[in-house]
């Protein structure tokens, strides 16, 4: 049974940093390319960053680009992000994703396979 359990959110203030994690289970985490999404309320689930199965590829929405950073540690099955500079618009529950194809590099929702429950990112101004 393939598992994703983010942990790291909270609340932090406007221009402070978190890091997120996902660990990942019963599948073979090093052949999945891995995605970091957001939902806001109201709003549909948004990427935010991804990475290739093999760590080389990164990819970010406009928004976060040179303030979030996407990393994995293959052998611990483990994905982050380092979220820094925060703003109120970065309040979302974060969703950790796996795509079976090893990409990452995937905007939608459908181009990956499973999910985690998510965390929720608090950000007061």
């Known amino acids: 049974q393939v598992q994703l359990a983010e942990s790291g959110g909270g609340l932090v203030q406007a221009g402070g940093s978190l890091r997120l994690s996902c660990t990942a289970s019963?599948?073979?985490?090093?052949?999945?390319?891995m995605g970091w999404f957001r939902q806001a309320p109201g709003n549909e689930r948004e990427f935010v960053a991804g990475?290739?199965?093999?760590?080389?590829?990164?990819y970010y929405v406009d928004s976060v680009k040179g303030r979030f950073a996407i990393s994995r540690n293959n052998a611990k099955n483990t994905v982050y992000l380092q979220m820094n500079i925060l703003e109120p618009d970065d309040a979302a529950v974060y969703y950790c994703?796996?795509?079976?194809?090893?990409?990452?590099?995937?905007?939608?929702?459908?181009?990956?396979?499973?999910w985690g429950q998510g965390t929720q990112v608090t950000v007061s101004s």
């Open positions: 994703a796996a795509d079976q194809r090893g990409a990452g590099w995937g905007r939608s929702p459908e181009d990956y396979d499973y």
């Open positions: 019963g599948l073979a985490f090093r052949n999945y390319g």
């Open positions: 990475i290739r199965s093999d760590g080389v590829g990164k």
